[in-house]
C-alpha cells in the first residue's frame, strides 16, 4: 500500500525505553546506539502486542521500530484488506511514529479504504457526513465497526486519530 504518515503526538503509548548514558564521547555513541536498537525493538515488540491484542491475524507478521525516524515498516500477509488496514492503523496510531511503512500483502482483493484524521469536535456522525454525503450521517456505525477493535466506544475518538473510511457499497 505504501507509505502513510501520521499524527506523531497522538495515540497509543506503545513506544517506550530510555537513554542510556555514558562518561566518554565515544562510549556514550555506542551506548546510545545500543539503548536505540534495544528500545526499537522493545517498541516493535509492543506494537506486535498490541497488533495481536486487538485480534488481528498477520501470517509472518514483521514490525521494525525507527524511533528516531519516527517510523514503522510492517511487512506479512493479511487475511483481507480491512485487517491490513487495521494493522497499518494500529502501528500509525502510537505516540512518537508519524510514518508507517506498509509492504504487506493480502489473501483477499478488495477496494481501500480512506483516511481521515480525527480533528477538535469532529463526531463519528459528522465524519460519516463528510465522506458519505449530506444526510448520511447515519452510517456512522460503518466506520466504527471498520475501526474495531481500536474504538471502543463511537463516542470516544480524540484529535490526531487515523480512521479507516470504508466504500459506502
Do not use: H
Not at 525493538?41 to 486487538?54: D, F, H, P, Q
Not at 477496494?111 to 460519516?128: C, F, N, R, S
Request: hydrophobic share 40%; glycine share 10%.
Amino acid at each position: 500500500m505504501g507509505l502513510f504518515n501520521f499524527i506523531k503526538e497522538a495515540g497509543e503509548k506503545l513506544l517506550g525505553g530510555s537513554k542510556a548514558q555514558a562518561q566518554t564521547p565515544a562510549a556514550a555513541d555506542v551506548s546510545a546506539q545500543v539503548a536505540n536498537q534495544a528500545a526499537d525493538l522493545e517498541a516493535a515488540m509492543n506494537i506486535i502486542g498490541y497488533i495481536n491484542k486487538m485480534g488481528l491475524q498477520v501470517n509472518g507478521l514483521n514490525v521494525i521500530v525507527n524511533s528516531a525516524q519516527g517510523k514503522v515498516t510492517v511487512s506479512g500477509e493479511a487475511a483481507d484488506q480491512a485487517t491490513r488496514e487495521k494493522v497499518v492503523l494500529c502501528c500509525g496510531n502510537t505516540q512518537g511514529i508519524d510514518k508507517v511503512e506498509d509492504t504487506m500483502t493480502v489473501k483477499q482483493a478488495a477496494p481501500e479504504a480512506q483516511w481521515y484524521t480525527v480533528v477538535k469536535g469532529d463526531t463519528l456522525w459528522a465524519i460519516a457526513e463528510r465522506f458519505y454525503g449530506k444526510g448520511k450521517g447515519n452510517q456512522y456505525p460503518r466506520i466504527f465497526e471498520a475501526n474495531r477493535p481500536m474504538l471502543t466506544n463511537p463516542d470516544k475518538i480524540y484529535p490526531g486519530q487515523t480512521l479507516r473510511i470504508p466504500p459506502l457499497s
